[in-house]
């Protein structure tokens, strides 16, 4: 009877300690400098642009702008435990040069990245669809360790000079 008992006690307590694994970070967690690099594109210039980023629980998020604002970009997804990583870019532009098809957007874009992170460093490329809706851009990642802080976004471009998606 005391053997029984002694089982179901370490039953559930192991079964209480799942929930707190699932919550745990990941290895990839902490702050992170990412790097954007756009190509010219038609009659688009080419741009980079570097902001903080930071990654927890396995979940990235970088910020470029603020929401609404000229160069807003958010960046979003989940990394798996291999460093692999299908990454959602949204951004805004405040002056829309589409035309035609691309002119029903309005002034939101989106996005795909195919990355791969390792321990302190990151590498992704845009998904560029059929080659005529994006531009190439690519994507550079750097874990910043203690006592070294990513750099707050670089300035956006002037209104004129905005990049066009």
Not at 53 to 81: A, M
Request: with cysteine; aromatic share 8%; glycine share 14%.
């Amino acid at each position: 009877m005391q053997m029984r008992k002694a089982v179901r006690i370490a039953i559930v307590g192991g079964l209480m300690l799942l929930p707190a694994a699932g919550v745990a970070g990941s290895k990839f967690d902490g702050s992170w400098l990412t790097k954007l690099a756009c190509e010219a594109h038609g009659e688009t210039p080419a741009y980079k642009w570097e902001f903080a980023s930071e990654i927890k629980d396995g979940n990235f998020r970088g910020q470029h702008g603020e929401p609404d604002g000229p160069g807003y970009l958010v960046i979003e997804g989940k990394i798996g435990d291999d460093g692999n990583a299908k990454l959602e870019a949204k951004g805004k532009v405040t002056h829309n040069n589409a035309h035609g098809v691309f002119a029903m957007k309005g002034n939101n874009y989106s996005y795909n990245i195919k990355a791969h992170f390792d321990d302190t460093k990151g590498s992704g490329t845009r998904d560029e669809g059929a080659g005529i809706l994006g531009r190439a851009c690519t994507f550079n990642f750097e874990k910043q360790t203690e006592g070294t802080a990513a750099p707050a976004a670089t300035p956006s471009p002037a209104p004129d000079q905005e990049p066009k998606f």
